[in-house]
């Protein structure tokens, strides 16, 4: 296992470095700017290493909803699974993955201050997350290195099970913690049946966006992600 240099370990964490200073120059008061023409973007972040699958269909359905609150409100999906992310280079060691992956790419997709709101999906392994998406936010102490660049932005998380009560809620729980520590403003779904985030179940008969239940918590997910960051962009 060879040792990743403070140096490099920077480098690899954000080559975009500059361009996230840049950008993000204050990301707090980028994030809570009051400008009327501001712009508002939602991004979903699937963490399924399976590209279109159920945590990928489920997320579309919340960025759909969180477009239709405002013409104000641009959406983009971002899957993981076309990425290579190693978290082992959030400790500062390469492993045998090497000490170059795909995390700088997403950096300026992320910390872009136009970014308001940030939805997390994954799938259920096991009762937790994705080792995609664990890789992804332990990588992620990059931008909380960078001046805390996902700081007040929107966030909220789906999980996607193939069994009903399959571990959704802890998943999404354990996903919360990790964007607490960024600084990011976590929501859940709002009335009328506050709950913490989209519980999906890809079980159901005629596949995930048949499942009614689920599907009503990634809409009010989308949506209450889109108020607030509306409301924290003061943009009404
Ligand atoms: C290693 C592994 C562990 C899993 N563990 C669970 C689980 O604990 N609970 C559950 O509901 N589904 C579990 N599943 C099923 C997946 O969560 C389900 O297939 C999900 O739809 C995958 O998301 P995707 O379709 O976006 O890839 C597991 C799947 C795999 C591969």
């Keep these: 296992m060879k040792n990743v240099t403070r140096r490099n370990f920077v480098r690899n964490s954000v080559t975009a470095g500059a361009a996230v200073t840049a950008m993000a120059a204050s990301p707090a008061a980028s994030a809570s700017g ?9 991004v979903a972040l699937s963490c399924s290493p399976r590209k279109g699958k159920s945590t990928a269909a489920a997320l579309g359905v919340c960025l759909q909803t969180a477009g239709q609150v405002s013409d104000k409100i641009e959406t983009e999906l971002i899957e993981l699974a076309d990425f290579r992310i190693n978290g082992n280079l959030a400790a500062g060691v390469s492993g045998p993955e090497g000490d170059q992956d795909d995390f700088p790419k997403l950096v300026p997709r992320l910390a872009d201050p136009g970014v308001r709101g940030i939805i997390v999906g994954t799938p259920v ?10 890789a992804f936010l332990d990588r992620a102490i990059a931008l909380w290195q960078d001046n805390f660049a996902l700081s007040n932005k929107v966030a909220g998380v789906l999980a996607c099970g193939g069994t009903r009560n399959g571990g959704q809620e802890v998943t999404i729980h354990a996903v919360q913690v990790s964007l607490f520590c960024q600084e990011m403003i976590l929501v859940g779904n709002g009335r009328p049946g506050p709950r913490i985030g989209a519980t999906i179940w890809s079980g159901a008969e005629g596949g995930v966006l048949k499942d009614e239940f689920g599907m009503t ?9 889109a108020e607030v960051a509306l409301r924290v962009a003061g943009v009404s």
């Excluded at 392994?125 to 664990?134: A, D, E, H, T, V």
């Excluded at 918590?217 to 992600?225: S, Y």
């Design 125 to 134: 392994y096991f009762g937790g997350m994705s080792s995609l998406c664990k």
């Design 217 to 225: 918590t990634a809409k009010a997910l989308g949506r209450r992600v």
């Design 34 to 42: 009051g400008s009327p023409d501001a712009r508002i973007k939602i």
